[in-house]
């Protein structure tokens, strides 16, 4: 579970970044956030990991001697399900996971 957790906030903060990678700030939101959630029922818990960005997660192809890319993949290894949905709110997307216990 710490690796899913892991995984999803750290794509979350990659997500929170401007092209140089310091956290994106606007004038109409401030500065970017990330929130994450953890629920369960004692069989299974729901990660859920909320950011601002609207641009969806992908499973990607990658190399044997590549340094990333491999996050989501891991995920996917490691939990009964995992996706995405927009925001309700307008604003973002939500990554969520569910993992045995």
Known sequence: MELVVSELVANAVKASMDDDG??????????????????SDRVV???????????LPELTQ????D???R???LVA???RHWG???SRHGTGKIVWA???L
């Open 45 to 55: 818990t729901l990660v859920e990991v909320w950011d601002e960005n609207t641009g």
């Open 71 to 73: 996050g989501l993949m």
């Open 22 to 39: 310091r956290p994106r700030y606007s004038a109409e939101n401030g500065l970017a956030y990330v929130q994450m959630r953890l629920s």
């Open 62 to 65: 990658v190399g044997l001697y």
């Open 67 to 69: 340094d990333g890319g």
């Open 98 to 100: 569910l993992i045995g």
């Open 77 to 79: 290894a490691l939990s």
């Open 84 to 86: 995405w949905d927009l």
